[in-house]
C-alpha cells in the first residue's frame, strides 16, 4: 500500500490545480513565474517508487531511476529536499506535512535501490 504525504484540503489548491489540468499554458507559466509552483504538493511512495504532483504536472521516478537524493538550499535560504531522476526532478519543501518520514523513507529506497 502506498504512502501518501500531502497537504489538507484547500479550496484554492484545488481550485488553481483545476485550472493547471486544463491548460498547459497555464502549468508552463506558473513554472516559470512561480517558484513554488514547482514544490511537490502531494508525494506517493510505494514499491514501484515516487510520484509527485506539482501544479506544473506529475513526475514519477522508479527507485531504479533515482540519480541522486540530496537536500538543497533555494532563494532566500530555504531547504527543500531535491531527488533528481532521468524523467525529472522532485522538489519536496520542509513544509509538507510528513516531511521528516518522507525525507528518511526516499533515503532509505535510494540506498536499497543502489545495494
Same mark, same amino acid.
Given at each position: 500500500?502506498?504512502?501518501?504525504?500531502?497537504?489538507?484540503?484547500?479550496?484554492?489548491?484545488?481550485?488553481? !490545480?483545476?485550472?493547471? =489540468?486544463?491548460? +498547459?499554458? *497555464?502549468? $508552463?507559466?506558473?513554472?516559470? &513565474?512561480?517558484?513554488?509552483?514547482? @514544490?511537490?504538493?502531494?508525494?506517493?511512495?510505494?514499491?514501484?517508487?515516487?510520484?509527485?504532483?506539482?501544479?506544473?504536472?506529475?513526475? !514519477?521516478?522508479?527507485? =531504479?531511476?533515482? +540519480?541522486? *537524493?540530496? $537536500?538543497?538550499?533555494?532563494? &532566500?535560504?530555504?531547504?527543500?529536499? @531535491?531527488?533528481?531522476?532521468?524523467?525529472?526532478?522532485?522538489?519536496?519543501?520542509?513544509?509538507?506535512?510528513?516531511?521528516?518520514?518522507?525525507?528518511?523513507?526516499?533515503?532509505?529506497?535510494?540506498?536499497?535501490?543502489?545495494?
Amino acid at each position: 500500500m502506498p504512502e501518501i504525504y500531502a497537504f489538507e484540503h484547500c479550496p484554492f489548491r484545488n481550485a488553481a !490545480h483545476a485550472v493547471a =489540468d486544463r491548460s +498547459a499554458v *497555464v502549468r $508552463s507559466l506558473a513554472g516559470a &513565474l512561480w517558484p513554488a509552483a514547482r @514544490r511537490a504538493e502531494r508525494v506517493e511512495i510505494s514499491d514501484d517508487g515516487i510520484d509527485a504532483w506539482t501544479l506544473t504536472g506529475r513526475t !514519477h521516478l522508479a527507485w =531504479d531511476d533515482i +540519480a541522486s *537524493v540530496h $537536500s538543497e538550499r533555494r532563494f &532566500l535560504g530555504r531547504e527543500t529536499l @531535491r531527488i533528481d531522476g532521468p524523467a525529472g526532478h522532485i522538489d519536496v519543501a520542509p513544509v509538507l506535512p510528513g516531511y521528516e518520514d518522507l525525507e528518511r523513507r526516499v533515503r532509505a529506497g535510494r540506498a536499497l535501490a543502489v545495494a
